[in-house]
């Protein structure tokens, strides 16, 4: 079944902004959402070059604002007539080790990563279930297989959160016309990890965003891209001692 109308949150850059790119050379047709309205202008003006027949609509939300998130989606249903996939891309990765005064960005990447997820997560299963059909994404990362140090802290805690959430969603949906995939990227270059040190095998965007769409695409379950390495150290990660998890940062 092809997916044709997909929203993705978190489009203004990185992943959300590559994936959009090749979504539309499928043609499929975006809702894409952010809260650098600028940045999806000229996202938009690039997606009508590489594909002039799809539809595309640009909305500037902040998923915090969760009676926003719902709006937005129920507006976009509207417009389209149907959504048939919602990717929750939105994140962060802002924070610190716990009680050394970090407290604020550690709350508001759990608040942008969680909860703002769930609000996404809701918004999108209230118009599947009444379509009867979907395709729910989240995106959470291969650090949600262990803890992780420092300003992963709760980056990484958010991500197990998402993960876990989705497997539940998926319990819940087993068997009906509504499906569920949770993608757990491997280092990836954005702006999220500009902000970290060189990290080891990490793939530019284009790449990265090739072995996710490819992933969604196929509407797996679960899936750890790119495959090598992360399909393998997803059973690695949570058997490292943490004397070697101090290493990663
Ligand atoms: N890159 C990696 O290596 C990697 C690995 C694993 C998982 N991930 C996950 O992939 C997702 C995308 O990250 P990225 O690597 O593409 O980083 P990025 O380039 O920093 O993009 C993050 C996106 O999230 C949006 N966003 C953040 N807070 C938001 C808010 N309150 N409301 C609406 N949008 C918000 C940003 O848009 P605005 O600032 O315009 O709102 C931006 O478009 C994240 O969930 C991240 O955790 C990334």
């Known amino acids: ?28 047709n975006l809702i894409l959402c952010a809260r650098r309205i600028e940045s999806l202008k000229q996202l938009k003006v690039e997606l009508e070059e590489i594909n002039s027949s799809i539809e595309i609509l640009i909305v500037e939300l902040d998923v915090n604002d969760h009676e926003q998130v719902f709006k937005v989606f129920k507006e976009a249903k509207d417009k389209f007539g149907s959504i048939d996939r919602v990717i929750v891309n939105a994140g962060i990765g802002k924070g610190a080790s716990l009680g050394t005064g970090y407290f604020k960005a550690n709350k508001e990447t759990a ?53 876990s959430l989705t497997e539940g969603i998926r319990i819940d949906l087993l068997n009906t016309p509504i499906k569920v995939t949770t993608i757990h990227p491997g280092y990836i270059r954005t702006e999220i990890s500009h902000a970290t040190k060189k990290q080891p095998f990490t793939v530019d965007v284009e790449t990265g965003c090739k072995t996710i769409v490819k992933a969604i695409e196929k509407e797996v379950n679960v899936a750890f891209v790119p495959t090598w390495p992360w399909a393998m150290m997803r059973y690695v990660l949570p058997m490292l001692p943490l004397s070697v998890m101090r290493k990663f940062s």
């Open 111 to 163: 608040m942008t990563n969680f909860v703002a997820a769930l609000a996404q997560c809701e918004a999108a299963l209230e118009i599947f279930r009444e379509q009867n059909f979907g395709h729910l994404v989240t995106i959470s990362s291969v650090s949600s297989q262990k803890g992780f140090r420092g300003a992963f802290n709760v980056y990484a805690a958010t991500k197990a959160a998402i993960a």
């Open 1 to 28: 079944m092809q997916r044709q109308n997909i929203i993705i949150t978190g489009a203004s850059s990185g992943l959300g902004y590559t994936m959009a790119q090749q979504f539309a050379k499928l043609g499929r």
